[in-house]
């Protein structure tokens, strides 16, 4: 492979993506909004930037170059706080969309832009696909449509965009199977019986991938093939390792932002992409 590609936030998938495209003999850009990171993406990225999305003074001059961009942008904390979730997904993205659209350059652009399956909600557990609406009546699922439409409005003659809606992710520095079985015999304050959606780092990289080969437009789920529940899965991975299962609470806390249905990848799929993991009760198998 050859070109140019731009990453728009190089944390933890950004940066594994932007490791990726290099192997593959492509040109990456990367950006962070911290002085103090540009250091480190030296030695992820050919072109490492400081970039604030929406910022007057920002130089948006390296749009104009790439034939690829991943927007991997995401809050700088790890807990909900509104005011940080509006600027993500309320005001950089819809300033960094108007920056792709007023681009100089004509060249053909593919666009990418990592969203998540938790905008579906409570679906009682349902079977959930890209037509199923989102649960708009949660202000964080609200803002992250509202995203999602707004880089879908960049499919012109010139750029395909695609949304991929990312389930719970795991992989290398996030072994989530480990940190279940920490749980074991304790009690854990979350709803047992909601069935979350999950999906490997090493798929999201592939995923990423085969949007920018096949300049896919629209939006698809990239998720793996698990569908259990909260308690199905714990009780395998302890019963596997001989723990006393993880007791879960069976109903949903006050003001809790819910996720519960089954994903599909239906869609993905019937594009010729396969999840390499199926699940992570299984082995990774090597790249």
Not at 25 to 40: F, K, M
Not at 85 to 111: F, M, W
Not at 223 to 232: G, K, P, S, Y
């Amino acid at each position: 492979m050859s070109g140019r590609f731009g990453i728009i936030g190089c944390g933890y998938v950004g940066s594994a993506v932007a490791l990726h495209m290099r192997n593959n003999c492509i040109e990456v850009t990367g950006t962070t909004t911290s002085p103090d990171r540009l250091g480190e993406l030296c030695a992820v990225v050919d072109h490492p930037r400081i970039f604030k999305a929406g910022d007057p003074s920002a130089d948006t001059s390296f749009l104009d170059q790439l034939d690829g961009l991943l927007i991997a942008m995401a809050p700088t904390t790890s807990t909900y706080e509104e005011d940080q979730y509006k600027a993500v997904y309320g005001e950089a993205i819809p300033a960094l969309v108007q920056a792709i659209q007023q681009r100089s350059s004509t060249q053909s652009l593919h666009v990418t832009y990592l969203s998540s399956a938790g905008v579906y909600g409570d679906k009682a557990g349902q079977v959930v696909n890209e037509l199923t609406p989102p649960d708009l009546s949660n202000p964080t699922n609200a803002l992250l449509a509202d995203a999602e439409s707004t880089v879908l409005t960049l499919n012109s003659s010139s750029v395909q965009a695609s949304v991929l809606r990312l389930g719970g992710i795991y992989g290398p520095g996030k072994n989530i199977a480990d940190y279940i079985r920490r749980a074991s015999g304790r009690q854990v304050p979350k709803n047992g019986n909601h069935i979350n959606a999950w999906v490997h780092l090493m798929d999201i990289i592939r995923g990423v991938d085969f949007a920018f080969q096949r300049r896919l437009q629209g939006l698809y789920n990239l998720v793996d093939d698990m569908q259990m529940t909260r308690r199905e899965l714990s009780n395998a991975l302890c019963d596997e390792d001989g723990l006393p299962p993880v007791i879960w609470d069976n109903h949903d806390r006050p003001d809790t932002r819910v996720f519960n249905a089954r994903v599909s990848n239906a869609r993905l799929r019937a594009m010729g992409f396969t999840p390499r993991v199926a699940s992570m009760l299984e082995q990774v198998p090597a790249l």
